[in-house]
Nanobody, 127 residues
Framework: VQLVESGGGLVQPGASLRLSCAFS????????LGWFRQAPGQEREFVAA????????????LYADSVKGRFSISRANAKDTLYLQMNNLKPEDTAVYSC?????????????????WGQGTQVTVSS
């Protein structure tokens, strides 16, 4: 499995960004997926996760309390792509954002539950 993130950049507080994660190598719809971030000098932390495709239009999602109501995770199975829509960005959201894939039905908040990782994309929120 290969994961490639894109969409990061430098934005002002209050702005929005949409991150993308292109998945290849296996059947995208069978994996649950997550977004994590890591700021300088800090441990990698959970941001959001989404379940794999189960035949329903509804997916199970998880969010960190710090991003709930501002960030939204989604997936496009026809495009093998995971997204993270980030609104009302704050300076404390500055980090390298990485996507991860898990060979399981549901996403997880735990780093060690994921089997595959992308290299990450930098998001900087600053005025």
């Amino acid at each position: 499995v290969q994961l490639v993130e894109s969409g990061g950049g430098l934005v002002q507080p209050g702005a929005s960004l949409r991150l993308s994660c292109a998945f290849s190598g296996r059947t995208f719809s069978t994996y649950s997926l997550g977004w994590f971030r890591q700021a300088p000098g800090q441990e990698r932390e959970f941001v959001a996760a989404i379940s794999r495709y189960t035949g329903s239009i509804l997916y199970s999602t998880l969010y960190a309390d710090s991003v709930k109501g501002r960030f939204s995770i989604s997936r496009a199975n026809a495009k093998d792509t995971l997204y993270l829509q980030m609104n009302n960005l704050k300076p404390e959201d500055t980090a390298v954002y990485s996507c991860a894939a898990r060979d399981s039905a549901y996403g997880s908040r735990r780093v060690n539950d994921y089997h595959y990782w992308g290299q990450g994309t930098q998001v900087t929120v600053s005025s």
